[in-house]
């Protein structure tokens, strides 16, 4: 794996590691929502390996807290 993109306007994806042990792949990877993104996250996470056009989305299913269950989260 060489890169992954986001296919949402919900948030970004940054590649953080890949781990290769025999034929197991594990990657690493930051999902940040956009600043004004609240509740439910859903999208796509593409994929993309070193041969050309070979690329697999998965997809992303999270919950960003609302401004009042931050602050509670503070106390």
């Known amino acids: 794996i060489k890169e992954v993109r986001s296919e949402s306007d919900q948030f970004d994806a940054t590649l953080v590691s890949v781990d290769r042990v025999e034929d197991v792949i594990t990657c690493r990877v930051r999902i940040t929502p956009k600043p004004d993104q ?9 994929f993309f390996g070193y041969q050309p056009g070979s690329s697999q989305g998965l997809t992303v299913i999270g ?7 931050q602050r ?4």
């Open 38 to 46: 609240r509740g439910l996250l859903y999208g796509t996470v593409r």
């Open 63 to 69: 919950r960003v807290p609302g401004e009042d269950e």
């Open 72 to 75: 509670a989260s503070r106390m």
